[in-house]
Every structure is written in structure tokens, then in C-alpha cells.
């Protein structure tokens, strides 16, 4: 199984600052069709996960852009420009080339 | 709008079994991959599998390989998913969530609210 590897697992960050989280994979997530995929979700305390990220890179519809992914290969970054308030809670990645695998979450929270 | 609405909350014995429902609304049931996944108190999200409502074919995470089954009703826009043989480490809150692979693989766009499965003696 591809084990997907988040780093930090919290994070601290001042209102209107940036945030970088990390995520790496055991081992390569390019598929053989040539995509990659590789997903983020936020998740709220007490909510379902929610899609931000779909193939490294691409929002979906109504994800603000502060937010951005970036990486290749094994290793897969999401940034948010400026936090706000609402971005508090957990970060996932999650792998979608074989079978799914999410990373273990990344808490960020405001200091 | 598209939305996933979930049974309510169960509690278990430990060796009975639990089926969870997913109702499907305001899209094509049969057009997008149903996936489970589950998360413990305070815990990660685990994914456990997914059902194609189209043709009923499933693959299942190794972990749950003999122990989880989903199913669906065509008529009713329903996915299920059943866990037997419960022990303690299944009390989870168990989501379904629907694939859209028009975007990508792994792409998981809505999700239900979610299903509380406590297993206690």
C-alpha cells in the first residue's frame, strides 16, 4: 500500500499569514494514464471532510485562491496565501493513483 | 443541489453487525463511484472501499477484505455498507462520499453528514 506521510501534523499560524503543509508519498503517485492523483481535503471540527484540491493543483468550484497545491511525483505541497479564521481545522492528503490512501491530517490553528 | 444524506446513529454488541445507508439526491446515482470511509474518535480518515451503483461491483480496502460489504438499490438512489463481526476499534463515525471522476480519481465532491457507530457491551 502507498502510505502517504503529512508534515507537520500541527501548525500554528498567525491570521494573515502564510501556511505550507506538506505531504509525501511512499512512493511514486504518477498513474499510468499520466495523471496524478493526489487530493486535499479541510475538515471542520464536528463536519464532514471537504474538497479542495483534485490532481495536485486544480480548485474545485467555490475553494478560494488563497489556497494552492503544487508538487510532483512523491512530493505534494498545499499553501494558503493568507489564513483566515475559517481555515482552522484539519488537512488532509490523500492519494487516489492506487486504490486511497490519506495521509494521517495536519492541524493548523490560529496562535 | 447534489447531497448525501446518511442513517442516524447506531450502538452495537460487540460480534453483531451494523448497515449504514446512503441516500442519494439531485444527481445521477448510477453515474458516480460511492466510496466509505470512516474516522475514529480523534482520528484520521481511513478509506474502506467504493461501489460502482451502476454495475454493484465494489473493491475493498485489504483491512476490511471479508468483513465489509456494499450494496445498493438502483430504485431507491440508496448505497449501504455493513460491517459484521464489530469489535471496539469499529466505533468510528462512517461517511459515504460520492467520486466524481470526471475531474479525477480520488476527487471525493460531496459527502454525507456522516454516521456515528459506537460498539460497547
Known amino acids: 500500500d502507498i502510505v502517504m506521510t503529512q508534515t507537520p501534523l500541527s501548525s500554528p499560524v498567525t491570521l494573515g499569514q502564510p501556511a505550507s503543509i506538506s505531504c509525501r508519498s511512499s512512493?511514486?503517485?504518477?498513474?499510468?494514464?499520466?495523471?496524478?492523483?493526489l487530493s486535499w481535503f479541510h475538515q471542520r471540527p464536528g463536519q464532514p471532510p471537504r474538497l479542495l484540491i483534485y490532481k495536485i493543483s486544480n480548485r474545485f468550484s467555490g475553494v478560494p485562491d488563497r489556497f494552492s497545491g503544487s508538487g510532483a511525483g512523491t512530493d505534494f505541497t498545499l499553501k494558503i496565501s493568507r489564513v483566515e479564521a475559517e481555515d482552522v481545522g484539519v488537512y488532509y492528503c490523500m492519494q487516489g493513483t492506487e486504490w486511497e490512501t490519506f495521509g494521517q491530517g495536519t492541524k493548523l490553528e490560529i496562535k | 443541489q447534489a447531497q448525501l444524506v446518511e442513517s442516524g446513529a447506531e450502538v452495537k454488541k460487540p460480534g453483531a453487525s451494523v448497515k449504514v445507508s446512503c441516500k442519494a439526491s439531485?444527481?445521477?446515482?448510477?453515474?458516480?463511484?460511492m466510496h466509505w470511509v470512516r474516522q475514529a474518535p480523534g482520528q484520521g480518515l481511513e478509506w474502506m472501499g467504493w461501489?460502482?451503483?451502476?454495475?454493484?461491483?465494489?473493491k475493498y480496502a485489504q483491512k476490511f477484505q471479508g468483513r465489509v460489504t456494499m450494496t445498493r438499490d438502483t430504485s431507491i438512489t440508496t448505497a449501504y455498507m455493513e460491517v459484521s463481526r464489530l469489535t471496539s476499534d469499529d466505533t468510528a463515525v462512517y461517511y459515504c462520499?460520492?467520486?466524481?471522476?470526471?475531474?479525477?480519481?480520488?476527487?471525493?465532491?460531496?459527502w454525507g453528514q456522516g454516521t456515528m457507530v459506537t460498539v460497547s457491551s
Open positions: 439531485g444527481y445521477t446515482f448510477t453515474g458516480y463511484y
Open positions: 461501489i460502482n451503483p451502476n454495475s454493484g461491483n465494489t
Open positions: 512512493r511514486s503517485l504518477v498513474h499510468r494514464d499520466g495523471n496524478t492523483y
Open positions: 462520499t460520492r467520486e466524481d471522476t470526471t475531474l479525477a480519481q480520488g476527487a471525493f465532491d460531496i
